[in-house]
């Protein structure tokens, strides 16, 4: 199947500075990617979809000043913090999908991000 | 997209069929069923999805009911390995770019 990658897989950053984190389609081209967020024991929460060459958009109430979303190519997705604060530690997963073909998202293997 | 209800939880036994049931009443014409799992601390893996006809992979099969309210993804062989979280997701049209809205789906737990 296809390979989604992130990186980091973990950080952990002082409050106040900006973590970006990485999203990769290794061996397809992602038209669409999507970031999504998830605290302990609760289910996944979209945040943004990202679209290749274009703006990205934010689900209500998430901050597009506080994420940070760039979908510069076809394989690759960032998602800066800024200004990162405790309340921002989570687990950030992205996903992909392909122009044309199966239906399925792929899932990258999340980002666990600690805010000190 | 179609809200959807499912069993916060359910237990199976190591190599007995784990049956997962989903309730989908308002479905529309134009939505499919997915499913998804997420292992713990890991990104969420696709298993299965259908329209109306009863669909099958190598992972699981997929059961969906006449009048298409509701589905059952049926594990045939549980395996420790399956211990996760199950998430079954109705969205629109039979495409890979629309986004998934995640319940709270269902923690199944396979035991020896």
């Known amino acids: 199947g296809a390979v989604v990658s992130q990186h980091p897989s973990r950080v952990i950053c002082k409050s106040g500075t900006s973590v970006k984190i990485e999203c990769r389609s290794l061996?397809?081209?992602?038209?669409?990617m999507f970031w999504y967020r998830q605290f302990p024991k609760k289910s996944l929460m979209l945040m943004a979809t990202?679209?290749?060459?274009?703006?990205?958009?934010?689900e209500q109430g998430v901050e597009k000043d506080k994420f940070l979303i760039n979908h510069a190519s076809l394989t690759l997705s960032t998602l800066t913090v800024t200004s990162a604060h405790p309340e921002d530690s989570s687990f950030y997963i992205c996903?992909?999908?392909?122009?044309?073909?199966?239906?399925?998202?792929?899932f990258g293997p999340g980002t666990r991000l600690t805010v000190t | 997209d179609a809200k959807t209800t499912q069993p916060p939880s359910m237990d199976c036994a190591e190599g007995r069929a784990a049956n997962l049931p989903c309730n989908h009443s308002?479905?529309?014409?134009?939505?499919?069923v997915y499913w998804y799992r997420q292992i713990h601390s890991q990104g969420p893996q696709y298993i299965i999805h259908?329209?109306?006809n009863n669909e099958t992979n190598e992972m699981a099969s997929l059961i969906i009911t006449e009048d298409r309210k509701s589905s059952t993804l049926i594990l045939p062989h549980a395996t420790l390995r399956d211990t996760a979280v199950y998430y079954c997701?109705?969205?629109?049209?039979?495409?890979?770019?629309?986004?998934?809205?995640f319940g709270q789906g269902t923690i199944l737990t396979v035991h020896p």
């Open positions: 990202s679209n290749e060459g274009s703006k990205a958009t934010y």
């Open positions: 996903s992909a999908s392909r122009r044309t073909g199966p239906h399925e998202q792929y």
């Open positions: 997701i109705v969205r629109v049209g039979g495409t890979s770019y629309g986004k998934l809205t």
């Open positions: 259908g329209l109306k």
């Open positions: 061996d397809f081209q992602a038209t669409t």
């Open positions: 308002t479905i529309s014409g134009n939505e499919y």
